[in-house]
């Protein structure tokens, strides 16, 4: 198992957020998380990410404990994440954007450098077009492109997603998917929280389903996707 969340546990001041959820993430596959607002899986994912303390529990990353560690630790050794609201700076061209998400690998403008840059401009084109383009400038598509391709050049072992289709048009969602497909096809772990739980059931691996900071269902995604109760709860009765 290359991530491990074990009986995790993390409050907001008095309020528990998340409450005991183990789940794990296996080396080349894309795990879903999905639930309603509130449920708790942006919190997870910011907690696997060491933006926010753990009250009990542990995370283990390719075979050592990170549950302490702090983020940028966790990004060197091959951990990052594209957050929920893209997270762009916007005084920063798209290029100055995807340098500070190869920062941590000390390495900017080498063979391995250019390498990664070039994977970000094949996946995303239009970040080609626009590398002098100020992010603040571009798209809400445009924009989250930007997040998924900055994480990407940190060169992860696992990527996390946090609602990488939200506020998007339906062709900007299709190509966004079709992406992701295309990150795990290249040997990139992904794991995903989405509010469109159609696209992510059906091409997870596994999923898990959150109420209330804790895991109420799992399962592999095309079964979840084709459960009775899991299309009335979450997928508007049918995928």
């Keep these: 198992m290359l991530l491990e969340v074990e009986g995790l546990c993390v409050n907001y001041g008095h309020i528990e957020a998340i409450r005991d959820i183990s789940f794990g993430v296996e080396e080349g596959t894309i795990t879903t998380l999905i639930g309603a607002n509130g449920a708790g899986k942006t919190t997870t994912l910011k907690t696997i990410s060491g933006l926010r303390p753990v009250r009990a529990g542990r995370i283990v990353f390719d075979g050592t404990d990170i549950t302490h560690l702090p983020p940028y630790e966790r990004v060197k050794m091959g951990l990052s994440q594209s957050p929920e609201g893209r997270g762009c700076f916007p005084g920063m ?4 954007n995807l340098d500070m998400g190869a920062f941590v690998r000390k390495d900017t403008r080498t063979p391995a450098y250019q390498q990664d840059l070039d994977r970000v401009f094949d996946l995303f084109p239009r970040l080609s077009e626009r590398v002098n383009q100020m992010a603040g400038t571009m798209s809400g598509g445009e924009q989250q492109m930007l997040a998924m391709g900055r994480a990407l050049m940190a060169r992860p072992k696992v990527v996390l997603l946090d609602e990488p289709s939200m506020g998007l048009a339906p062709k900007l969602i299709a190509q966004i998917f079709a992406i992701i497909d295309e990150i795990r096809a290249q040997g ?13 059931l059906k091409r997870s691996d596994s999923a898990h389903i959150l109420e209330t900071g804790r895991i109420i269902r799992s399962g592999p995604g095309r079964d979840l996707a084709g459960d009775a109760s899991v299309k009335a709860a979450y997928l508007g009765g049918d995928v």
């Design 93 to 96: 061209t798209v290029r100055e």
């Design 188 to 200: 990139t772990t992904v794991l995903l929280v989405e509010q469109n739980a159609a696209q992510a």
